[in-house]
């Protein structure tokens, strides 16, 4: 199947700096990505949806100032936490889907990001 | 807007026994995929199985094979001659096949397998 690679898979960082995460489809473009978070023992939770060319569109709760989204090409999207705190430590994972399957496509997941803020 | 439920926070099986994990979901969509995926430890999200609502018949892949209800909007999953590497989290998804939705999966709060030897 299709690879979808996260870096880095664990991150540490002191309150209040801004921290990259990438999302990258390494056989295949992918015109749609999603970012997903997880606290621990619970389920994925719809952060935003990543279009190439286009702003990202959040879901409702999700600060987009916050959480800066950057899909500048067909393998690579970007999330990037700003100004992290504590509260912001959690588990982030993205998918990615196949454009040529179109919407029928199966979603393909990256091995997803551990972020702590200190 | 769609939602799934996983009512057993936690699940455990003898290994070689078989386990059914349960989901339900709400939705006013007549057409749509759902899902189930597995988290193991290394919390990589694998796709177990996948059925489309348009088809009577339930999906299989080897000893995974789910049980879907549309009317009862039920989808569970069995998994047969359970193993040790089947222990995980378990999530039901789902997925319209509506084009605003752009592929979007919604998620159930996960079921927690374990197998014991």
């Known amino acids: 199947g299709a690879v979808v690679s996260q870096h880095p898979s664990w991150v540490i960082c002191k309150s209040g700096t801004s921290v990259k995460i990438e999302c990258r489809s390494l056989?295949?473009?992918?015109?749609?990505m999603f970012w997903y978070r997880q606290f621990p023992k619970q389920s994925l939770m719809l952060m935003a949806t990543s279009n190439e060319g286009s702003k990202a569109t959040y879901e409702q709760g999700v600060e987009k100032d916050k959480f800066l989204i950057n899909h500048a090409s067909l393998t690579l999207s970007t999330l990037t936490v700003t100004s992290a705190h504590p509260e912001d430590s959690s588990f982030y994972i993205c998918s990615a889907r196949d454009y040529r399957t179109g919407r029928a496509g199966e979603l393909f997941f990256g091995e997803g990001s551990r972020l702590t803020v200190l | 807007a769609q939602t799934v439920t996983q009512s057993q926070p936690e699940m455990s099986v003898q290994e070689a026994e078989t386990v059914t994990l349960s989901c339900t979901y709400d939705?006013?969509?007549?057409?749509?995929?759902l899902f189930w995926y597995k988290q193991p430890p290394s919390r990589q999200m694998i796709l177990v199985i996948r059925?489309?609502?348009?088809?009577?018949q339930n999906a299989t892949e080897n000893r995974f094979s789910v049980n879907f209800q549309k009317a009862a909007k039920s989808f569970s999953l069995k998994i047969s001659d359970s193993q040790l590497g089947d222990a995980a989290m378990y999530f039901c998804?789902?997925?319209?096949?509506?084009?605003?939705?752009?592929?979007?999966?919604?998620f159930g709060e996960g079921t927690q397998l374990t197998v014991n030897p």
């Open positions: 059925q489309e609502a348009y088809k009577q």
């Open positions: 056989d295949f473009q992918a015109t749609t």
């Open positions: 939705t006013s969509e007549s057409d749509y995929y």
């Open positions: 998804a789902y997925r319209s096949r509506e084009e605003t939705s752009g592929s979007r999966l919604t």
